[in-house]
Nanobody
């Protein structure tokens, strides 16, 4: 059974840093395209950062170089390092995986291409 479990969310102040983790079980992350998505209240779920099986990486424009996605194959865990967070980063963050076809640019721009999801972790940026 494929399972993804996020952790690391919480309340942070603007300008601070936060690292989200996503532990996978039942499958091997490095054999999948993986990514982070977020959903703010009243908004659609959107792609944040993703890694293709071929190693290519996509970051949404709004990350502005502040976010880093990575994967630890030995731990079968993926991460999202968030620096200089802003109030607009407040959302529920989800990790996801898929073996679907396409470039990472195509895959990460829509949650519909991903078929395995974690339960989400809340990130709130507020002073």
């Amino acid at each position: 059974q494929l399972q993804l479990v996020e952790s690391g969310g919480g309340l942070v102040q603007p300008g601070e840093s936060l690292t989200l983790s996503c532990q996978a079980s039942g499958f091997t992350l490095e054999n999948y395209h993986i990514g982070w998505f977020r959903q703010a209240p009243g908004k659609q779920r959107e792609g944040v950062s993703c890694i293709h099986i071929d190693g290519s990486i996509y970051h949404a424009d709004f990350t502005e170089g502040r976010f880093t996605i990575s994967r630890d194959n030995a731990k079968n865990t993926m991460y999202l390092q968030m620096n200089n967070v802003k109030s607009g980063d407040t959302a529920i963050y989800y990790c996801a995986a898929t073996k679907g076809p396409g470039s990472i640019w195509t895959l990460c721009r829509s949650p519909y291409f991903f078929d395995s999801w974690g339960q989400g972790t809340q990130v709130t940026v507020s002073s």
